[in-house]
Protein backbone atom coordinates (compact mmCIF):
# COMPACT_ATOMS: atom_id res chain seq x y z
CA UNK A 1 0.00 0.00 0.00
CA UNK A 2 1.32 3.12 -1.10
CA UNK A 3 -0.33 6.59 0.67
CA UNK A 4 0.61 10.48 -0.85
CA UNK A 5 -0.61 13.40 1.36
CA UNK A 6 -1.31 16.36 0.20
CA UNK A 7 -3.10 19.69 1.02
CA UNK A 8 -0.86 21.35 3.76
CA UNK A 9 0.47 24.86 3.63
CA UNK A 10 -0.02 28.27 5.31
CA UNK A 11 -3.24 29.26 6.63
CA UNK A 12 -4.07 32.16 9.29
CA UNK A 13 -5.41 31.25 12.75
CA UNK A 14 -9.28 29.98 12.27
CA UNK A 15 -9.03 29.07 8.79
CA UNK A 16 -9.66 26.23 7.41
CA UNK A 17 -7.33 23.46 5.07
CA UNK A 18 -8.46 19.90 3.73
CA UNK A 19 -5.64 17.10 3.46
CA UNK A 20 -6.19 14.65 1.20
CA UNK A 21 -4.56 10.89 1.10
CA UNK A 22 -4.47 9.40 -1.90
CA UNK A 23 -4.40 5.35 -1.65
CA UNK A 24 -3.00 2.61 -3.90
CA UNK A 25 -2.52 -1.28 -3.02
CA UNK A 26 -4.21 -4.11 -2.48
CA UNK A 27 -7.37 -4.56 -0.23
CA UNK A 28 -8.45 -0.80 0.28
CA UNK A 29 -11.61 -2.13 1.61
CA UNK A 30 -9.94 -3.44 4.44
CA UNK A 31 -7.79 -0.83 5.67
CA UNK A 32 -8.43 1.79 8.41
CA UNK A 33 -7.12 4.90 8.05
CA UNK A 34 -5.67 7.28 10.25
CA UNK A 35 -4.15 11.04 10.59
CA UNK A 36 -1.25 12.06 12.71
CA UNK A 37 0.89 15.01 13.03
CA UNK A 38 4.25 15.58 14.73
CA UNK A 39 5.19 19.05 15.23
CA UNK A 40 8.96 20.64 15.70
CA UNK A 41 10.53 18.74 18.78
CA UNK A 42 7.63 16.79 19.92
CA UNK A 43 6.37 13.02 19.34
CA UNK A 44 4.09 11.68 16.60
CA UNK A 45 0.20 12.13 17.86
CA UNK A 46 -2.91 10.63 16.53
CA UNK A 47 -4.83 12.91 15.24
CA UNK A 48 -7.58 11.01 13.40
CA UNK A 49 -9.20 7.72 12.44
CA UNK A 50 -11.56 5.59 10.42
CA UNK A 51 -12.98 2.40 10.27
CA UNK A 52 -12.22 -0.01 7.12
CA UNK A 53 -16.44 0.01 6.84
CA UNK A 54 -15.85 3.66 6.77
CA UNK A 55 -17.54 3.81 10.28
CA UNK A 56 -16.61 4.39 13.86
CA UNK A 57 -14.30 7.70 13.66
CA UNK A 58 -12.28 8.74 16.04
CA UNK A 59 -10.81 12.14 16.69
CA UNK A 60 -7.93 13.42 19.49
CA UNK A 61 -9.77 15.33 22.06
CA UNK A 62 -7.82 18.47 21.30
CA UNK A 63 -9.74 18.64 17.47
CA UNK A 64 -13.35 17.08 18.72
CA UNK A 65 -15.69 19.44 16.81
CA UNK A 66 -13.25 20.76 14.42
CA UNK A 67 -11.45 18.19 12.69
CA UNK A 68 -13.99 15.93 10.17
CA UNK A 69 -12.28 12.43 8.67
CA UNK A 70 -13.77 10.64 5.81
CA UNK A 71 -13.17 8.78 3.17
CA UNK A 72 -14.20 8.02 -0.36
CA UNK A 73 -13.85 4.78 -1.36
CA UNK A 74 -14.52 4.68 -4.94
CA UNK A 75 -11.17 7.96 -5.26
CA UNK A 76 -9.43 5.92 -2.80
CA UNK A 77 -9.02 8.80 -0.66
CA UNK A 78 -8.87 10.07 2.64
CA UNK A 79 -9.85 13.39 3.66
CA UNK A 80 -8.78 15.59 7.32
CA UNK A 81 -10.79 18.59 7.11
CA UNK A 82 -9.75 20.79 9.59
CA UNK A 83 -11.46 24.02 10.49
CA UNK A 84 -10.78 26.73 13.06
CA UNK A 85 -6.90 26.56 12.64
CA UNK A 86 -4.65 27.37 15.82
CA UNK A 87 -1.15 27.79 15.94
CA UNK A 88 -1.01 24.69 17.87
CA UNK A 89 -1.73 22.95 14.71
CA UNK A 90 1.16 23.78 12.90
CA UNK A 91 2.86 20.36 12.20
CA UNK A 92 3.83 17.64 9.50
CA UNK A 93 0.37 15.66 8.98
CA UNK A 94 0.97 11.91 7.89
CA UNK A 95 -1.55 9.47 6.99
CA UNK A 96 -1.30 6.10 7.39
CA UNK A 97 -3.09 2.60 6.82
CA UNK A 98 -3.80 -0.56 8.77
CA UNK A 99 -4.41 -3.79 7.55
CA UNK A 100 -7.46 -4.28 9.83
CA UNK A 101 -11.01 -3.96 10.68
CA UNK A 102 -10.44 -2.31 13.81
CA UNK A 103 -10.14 1.28 14.72
CA UNK A 104 -6.28 2.09 15.30
CA UNK A 105 -5.70 4.95 17.41
CA UNK A 106 -1.99 4.39 17.64
CA UNK A 107 0.95 5.02 15.71
CA UNK A 108 2.39 1.42 16.39
CA UNK A 109 -0.89 -0.14 15.42
CA UNK A 110 -0.22 1.33 11.61
CA UNK A 111 1.57 -0.69 8.71
CA UNK A 112 2.12 1.58 5.89
CA UNK A 113 3.12 5.52 5.96
CA UNK A 114 2.62 8.26 4.04
CA UNK A 115 5.35 11.41 3.31
CA UNK A 116 3.49 13.88 4.94
CA UNK A 117 2.59 17.41 4.07
CA UNK A 118 3.47 20.58 6.19
CA UNK A 119 0.50 22.45 8.11
CA UNK A 120 1.43 25.94 9.18
CA UNK A 121 -1.18 28.45 10.98
CA UNK A 122 -0.22 31.53 11.44
CA UNK A 123 -0.52 34.76 10.95
Known amino acids: VQLQASGGGLVQPGGSLRLSCAASGPNLDYHAFGWFRQAPGKKREAVSCIRSSNTSPAYADSVKGLFTISRNSAKNTVYLQMNSLKPEDTAVYYC?????????????????WGQGTQVTVSS
Open 96 to 112: AAAFTRLVPTTKDEYDY
